[in-house]
């Protein structure tokens, strides 16, 4: 989970009225689809160099990258410009060190 400005994605919003989606969607019309999956690719190559940054041993390990926006979250819950869910993503959730490490997933790789 990466905080995200809706700025960033809001001219790729699908043509036309959508209506929410209870499943994996119907791939939704864009006029600009090549500029979205570049940005999404972008925003994968970004999150891929964070985790090997902070964890070096998943360099070459990782199988599969699925990247969401807010445009996806926004397409399932109708939540206002793709606000996120769960947890609450302002910058202290992810530097107050109690939480980070009360949250720590960390596992064999």
């Given at each position: ?7 960033h ?30 940005l ?26 699925d990247?969401?926006?807010p445009?996806t ?12 869910i769960?947890l609450?993503?302002?910058p202290?959730?992810?530097v107050?060190?109690d939480?980070?490490?009360a949250?720590?997933m960390?596992?064999p790789?």
């Amino acid at each position: 989970l990466a905080p995200a400005e809706w700025s960033h994605f809001e001219r790729h919003q699908p043509l036309g009225d959508q209506p929410a989606a209870r499943h994996t969607p119907p791939h939704a019309d864009r006029e600009h689809e090549a500029q979205y999956a570049q940005l999404k690719s972008r925003w994968a190559e970004r999150m891929l160099a964070a985790l090997h940054k902070h964890y070096p041993q998943t360099e070459g390990r990782v199988v599969a990258v699925d990247i969401s926006t807010p445009l996806t979250i926004e397409n399932y819950l109708r939540s206002g410009k793709g606000a996120a869910i769960g947890l609450d993503v302002t910058p202290a959730r992810f530097v107050d060190e109690d939480e980070v490490a009360a949250l720590d997933m960390r596992g064999p790789v």
